[in-house]
């Protein structure tokens, strides 16, 4: 199944959305886009603007794993988001998230 690819106006708005006022939730963010800006999906970046919605010491909590997300927020999306902002190192598809 192939998902809908973001396209340049919205990668364009969703990058302005994510501006942080704390500058390690943006060394995260900028390290995602740097990975995952050719192939970022719309549902994605839907999970995403979710994530973008918390508190930047709520977010750089669950950045840095001190918790994990819960209730409304804690969809399999932004779980998977979350995970792609953590690693440090970009997985390639056929290897899966085993190794971080």
Do not use: H
Request: charged content about 35%; some cysteine; glycine content about 6%.
């Amino acid at each position: 199944m192939t998902e809908e690819l973001l396209d340049e106006r919205a990668l364009s708005k969703l990058r302005w959305r994510c501006r942080r006022g704390l500058l390690e939730n943006d060394l995260f963010i900028e390290r995602f886009f740097a990975r995952y800006t050719d192939c970022l999906s719309v549902r994605q970046a839907a999970a995403l603007n979710e994530l973008m919605d918390l508190a930047d010491n709520d977010l750089l909590d669950l950045l840095l794993r001190r918790r994990e997300p819960e209730g409304a927020i804690g969809t399999n999306d932004v779980k998977e988001v979350l995970g792609m902002l953590r690693t440090r190192e970009r997985a390639s598809p056929e290897v899966g998230s085993g190794n971080q």
